[in-house]
């Protein structure tokens, strides 16, 4: 199979194929449950209606996808802002590399708000882990998701980083398209965010010059901060859990995580782009330095820009004082009560699983504080 046959296999769906699985997307039994929660004030008759009508991938996105999250951070959100677009060029492609905190909403967030301030959306990468049946395919796809092969043997995890480079690096040369990846494989458990060194080698995987590849890609580092985790408790006892035992997913897991965290409450939410990497990339060709040293000094600038772009909030504070049993950030970034509420919230989230309190208070602080731990490594 060439290229072209796999490229095939991995992309979104296009134009001609939205009608298709337009009609499969709303004859399963799921839909309407979707359709009433996002379209609450309309009859469900008129939603059908109109998703019939629906006939190009757009027109998905802006009439659904769009409403959606939207609806959605209006719902389980108490505000959402936004900074740096103003560091791009709405005709440049480009590739978001993302700190990773939800499963579904980091990069559909990160859409309205391209959409919004008239920037086109981006394909995003659609872990075939996900990928559990044809619903859930559909609504990637017409979504402009695309596949992103991650089990395998070594052999097989080598030729797929060989096949997701060339894809990325179509996309955004040939098709001029950006697209959204997380910086590294599954969320970020622990709040800790950290770009892996294999994200930055699969992106020069059969490239030729390391730093002409790059630089083509013209990458963009996003920072997305939820002021609450909508998924902190899971975070939590999956951590606690793998400490205990070789921890398993079970079957669904995922799905459960993307529904906890489009319905779980956020706060405030943040996103912040950076400006893109290419004036650091390029002064490191004046440096005698090999193909791993630039990898990791890449690596950490991404992390870097995240780290220092990350909105931090009360909670932050709050949980690195009770880490380190003090009071060092109060009455300068929260209240007795700002850490009161806090205290309640996590009393709640934590009696919700059963284990050793004083570990699971900590698995839960650390979600937290690591941001604001990150950010006075990244600034001293």
């Known amino acids: ?66 409403y959606a999250v939207k609806q959605t951070v209006k719902k389980t959100s108490t505000g959402l802002t936004f900074g740096g677009l103003d560091n791009l060029d709405k005709n440049t492609p480009y590739l978001f590399i993302a700190n990773h905190r939800d499963i579904v909403l980091d990069s559909a967030i990160m859409q309205i708000l391209l959409l919004e301030n008239g920037h086109k959306t981006t394909q995003i990468t659609f872990g075939d882990n996900l990928m559990s049946n044809q619903f859930i395919i559909d609504l990637g796809k017409m979504n402009k998701m695309f596949t992103f092969y ?6 097989d995890q080598y030729k797929n980083a060989l096949l997701h480079s060339a894809y990325i690096h179509h996309v955004i040369k040939e098709k001029k398209e950006s697209i959204w990846i997380a910086q590294r494989d599954g969320r970020t458990k622990d709040g800790n965010d950290k770009t892996q060194a294999g994200l930055i080698k699969m992106l020069i995987a059969g490239q030729g010059n390391i730093i002409d590849s790059l630089i083509n890609l013209n990458i963009v580092p996003i920072s997305t901060s939820y002021e609450y985790e909508p998924c902190d408790i899971q975070k939590v006892n999956e951590l606690y859990m793998s400490k205990k035992t070789n921890y398993v997913k079970s079957k669904g897991e995922d799905l459960k995580s993307v529904m906890s965290g489009i319905t779980g409450f956020k706060g405030r939410i943040h996103v912040q782009f950076a400006k893109p990497l290419n004036d650091f990339i390029k002064k490191l060709t004046s440096q005698s330095i090999n193909t791993n040293e630039i990898i990791d000094a890449i690596v950490k600038e991404i992390d870097y820009q995240i780290y220092i772009n990350y909105k931090l909030r009360e909670a932050s504070y709050i949980s690195y004082d009770m880490l380190n049993n003090n009071n060092n950030f109060i009455n300068q970034k929260y209240s007795k009560i700002d850490a009161e509420k806090f205290g309640k919230y996590m009393e709640n989230k934590i009696s919700l699983i059963e284990g050793n309190k004083i570990e699971l208070q900590s698995l839960f602080l650390k979600i937290y504080a690591n941001p604001l731990i990150n950010f006075i490594e990244a600034t001293k």
């Open 1 to 66: 199979m060439n290229l072209k046959e796999q490229f095939e296999i991995l992309r979104p769906y296009n134009d001609e194929e939205a009608k298709y699985a337009i009609e499969r997307i709303i004859s399963n039994p799921l839909f309407i449950g979707i359709a009433q929660y996002i379209f609450e004030d309309k009859p469900i008759e008129n939603v059908f209606s109109e998703f019939k009508n629906i006939s190009t991938i757009d027109k998905f996105q802006s009439f659904f996808s769009d």
């Open 150 to 155: 991650r089990s395998g043997s070594r052999i």
